[in-house]
DNA sequence: TAGATTGTTAATCGATTAACAATC
DNA sequence: TAGATTGTTAATCGATTAACAATC
């Protein structure tokens, strides 16, 4: 490990990335494959450089890999759910309609990725008594009273656009303490003591504009 | 602008901001807000660094601000379009089956951030005939004979994991040059030729998994 | 031992912030 | 002219890549 950077917080660019192998390695591991894996597979199969993939794994607690083998696929995997402080099934709380969240489950699976969808609360009253994964949406009002007491810390926002800042206040002052918002939103007021991460799909959109229309390949 | 950068393509951070201005200034003018705003104003609704925001605006063709003064809403919306290669609607094709596609359409308000919902593929047998917008669905394997034809480059992918490859290499072939990908999948062969951009809702949820843990503000 | 691959330190590259002259 | 704010160059900071010693 880097002795000087014991203390310092991860640089948000390594966490993302090992949040990124700690996928692959779920995928892997659901494949069956089997031994040790080097920085270069693991590189190769995410269009990194090696260098990265070794200087990002220093990051964590212990050592984990054996010089001249590589990494062994399970334990490298649990050493990074550690890292990132990752239940087993990580809880997450929807806020969105329950259209929008049962559509978001049919192409995010979540249990494959290691989640658990835990609570659901919705914008729309016309979801009273709506059913998802066995357990029933609750009005977004009650984010306060349901979701103090069941330890869920994060949660995902697709409500419309109108629904956003009224949903991160509740799920701030019910104790959740990281946000990620789908819902494309320019400007949102962020809570003290909450990470609030935003999805910007129409700037990833103009980004592409851009380069699709000849400024350079990059 | 800066001299040395004139031929050096835009860097992806401050692309990406480009693209964020553009949004925010669409949102003022929708909002009625008129006569000149300076960096310092753009800077303090979007979280950033005032300098941060000269300097990016500094890639711009023309000179955008007037010193002592700041900038015009509408000129500088319109700089940003230019440079970005934004037409007034931009065209996005969609693929993913017509429910999802209907809830994505219900939280992403593409007119509103200047696109146009241009085309809709589905791999779910069960959307044809289904109309969205006034357009009818086509089948995903219409991909081929129907867009080459349309003129639109950028298209957006929310399958189910399972069809993201193949709807990439049909949308490829059929000449699109920069796809979105909001489907989790962790490797993806990307075309060449092709810009892609991966959402990772999964890593984006791990990495505050680890931040919400006590590791760190930042 | 020889070959392979890690882990770490140093060098480069890019992005952000600070300082300041230019000018409305 | 004085006040304000831009645009640009220089300085700092962070992230990536290269070089190489350590060791399985």
């Not at 049962?102 to 969808?117: A, D, H, M």
């Not at 059913?131 to 349901?146: C, F, H, K, L, T």
Request: charged share 15%; glycine share 8%; net charge neutral.
């Amino acid at each position: 490990m880097h002795k000087l950077q014991e203390l310092r917080p991860t640089p948000p660019a390594v966490l993302h990335r090992l949040a990124l192998y700690h996928c692959l390695l779920t995928d892997w591991l659901l494949a069956g494959k089997k031994g040790a894996i080097t920085s270069k597979e693991i590189a190769n199969a995410l269009g990194l450089n090696e260098v990265t993939v070794r200087n990002d794994l220093s990051f964590l607690n212990e050592t984990p890999g054996k010089r001249g083998v590589g990494y062994g696929i399970d334990g490298l995997r649990q050493m990074i759910g550690e890292f990132l402080s990752l239940p087993s099934l990580a809880p997450i709380a929807f806020v969105g309609s329950a259209t929008v969240i049962n559509s978001l489950l049919s192409f995010f699976l979540v249990e494959k990725f290691g989640f658990l969808s835990a609570a659901f609360f919705s914008e729309d009253p016309n979801d009273r008594g709506v059913v998802i994964n066995g357990r029933e949406v609750q009005p977004i009002e009650a984010i306060s009273s349901e979701l103090g007491s069941m330890g869920i810390k994060v949660a995902v926002v697709v409500t419309h656009p109108s629904w956003v800042q009224h949903s991160i206040n509740l799920l701030a002052s019910a104790g959740i303490k990281g946000i990620l918002v789908l819902t494309p939103s320019v400007v949102i007021d962020i809570p003290e003591g909450v990470y609030v991460t935003q999805i910007r799909i129409p700037c990833d959109l103009k980004s592409l504009f851009h380069r699709v229309n000849g400024n350079v390949f990059n």
